[in-house]
């Protein structure tokens, strides 16, 4: 059996990568949306191993002394990652496995395993800004803060294999299935198949 793709998903806050993923993940049933690990206190209506892998600043240390953590970060007092464990686990049994992650974690993985990395951009600054504002969430203060971390991180696009721009959900979403049917098609993944095949006739 081949190993699955690890899939790196980044774009700036507003650009639509939970979207995307999901229609995604509703297109394939062999891609799997890894599940962050945290040390914030979960909330009512979250759940333990579905929304966030919760965790005291303890156990996470240990996972992070243990190597046992893909990548991290410290975000407002709070440990997030990505635990090992499970995304490894799902690539040996041939699941495609989906990171969506921040560009300072993409970088993180990138260094350790080999990723299919994609940026997700908005179609515009302006759009971007419309989005997060139609968020009715945040002060302006704060979507300006995010606006400028947004130009920031687009920069880091030239670090990534691909590009979709989510100008329509539909045709991004058809945009990324072309990219993992394109890879699954590279001869480096499919060495073991074409082992099989020229084992079988000897």
């Given amino acids: 059996m081949n190993k699955g793709l690890l899939i790196v998903l980044s774009g700036p806050s507003g650009c639509g990568k939970g979207t995307l993923t999901k229609g995604l993940l509703d297109n394939r049933d062999t891609l799997k949306l890894s599940v962050s690990a945290t040390t914030r206190a979960m909330r009512e209506y979250e759940q333990n191993g579905v929304d966030y892998y ?17 990548e991290y970060a410290c975000y407002n007092g709070q440990f997030y990652g990505t635990p090992k464990k499970p995304v490894v686990e799902w690539l040996n ?4 496995v989906i990171l969506e992650i921040e560009v300072a974690g993409a970088e993180q993985v990138r260094s350790r395993m080999n990723t299919v990395d994609i940026f997700v951009l908005p179609p515009s600054l302006e759009e971007l800004e419309r989005r997060l504002r139609n968020r009715n969430s945040e002060s302006d203060e704060q979507i300006n803060a995010r606006l400028d971390i947004a130009q920031e991180e687009m920069k880091q696009v030239k670090c990534y294999c691909y590009t979709v721009i989510n100008d329509d959900v539909k045709t991004a979403v058809s ?4 990219i993992l049917t ?5 001869t480096k993944h499919i060495l073991k ?5 020229l084992r079988a006739k000897d």
């Fill in 175 to 178: 945009a990324l299935d072309s």
């Fill in 193 to 197: 198949q074409i082992e099989d095949v």
């Fill in 93 to 96: 049994k041939g699941y495609d």
């Fill in 182 to 186: 394109a890879e699954k098609a590279k």
């Fill in 54 to 70: 919760f965790y005291s600043r303890e156990e996470f240390q240990k996972l992070i002394d243990d190597d046992e953590m893909l």
